[in-house]
């Protein structure tokens, strides 16, 4: 889509250049940006010109930087190291996206998150995952928050004016765990309707975390891999389950039970 109103656009070289004037907003893919009228934008400001690494593999674990392609995190999936069993999941909650290949392509894992819809699959990876963002600050500090703490409803987020992420870390700890991503759609290529992914750690703690079907993410913790009936407690608990064309609320909480337990009883058989 044209953005008829835009007038200027800027290169960031540097961290200096993400100060906003009035009007102008931050580009990265661009997907959202230009998928949807922006009748209040007159300027753009290029993120992508600031040279972040895509990928950084470390003992800590991944850092992906914001600009990163969604392509890109997901060829990762072939060169992480044998022990980050989690990285076979990038590929399936990248599929969430109701997105083509060359979509893929253009948006980023930063942007993803930012925009964050409840059905963003960035969230739902980097949630699932224990992820934090780096949160550079207009005064020129920085913050580290949880990824699932980003989002605070459907299109929604917690970053203040002028924040802008610099790069989501994952730890190696999570990418170390058996992890499994479940989704369900109206369509089978819709836009996921609910993702609930569950997670073991290797002393033996177990994470279940629900997008896509809430608002706002879901995170379920227990000391060991639960019984089916206290998990199933747990998610009919959760709160935030939301309506849309693409999905009543009752139906979001009703297959989030089924895509739980599904995951548990793969964790709970030692699977992934």
Known sequence: MDLHTVTSFRRARERADLALSPGETLLAGGTWLFGEPQPDVTGLVDLTTLGWPDLEVSEAGLRIGATCTIARLVAFADEAPATWRAARALRPAADSLLASFKIWNTATVGGNIARSFAAAAMVSLAAGLDGTALIW?????????PVADIPAGNGVNTLAPGEVIRAIDVPARTLRSRFTL????L?????????????????????????????TPVLLRFATVPSAATLAHAVGDATGWYADPLGAADWRRGVSLVLAERARAELADGGR
């Open 182 to 185: 479940h989704r369900i759609a």
């Open 187 to 215: 369509a089978e290529l819709g836009r996921a309707g609910a993702v609930v992914t569950g997670r073991a750690d290797a002393d033996g703690s177990a994470t279940f975390t629900i997008t896509a079907a809430t608002e």
């Open 137 to 145: 600050t207009p005064d020129g500090g920085e913050r580290t928050v």
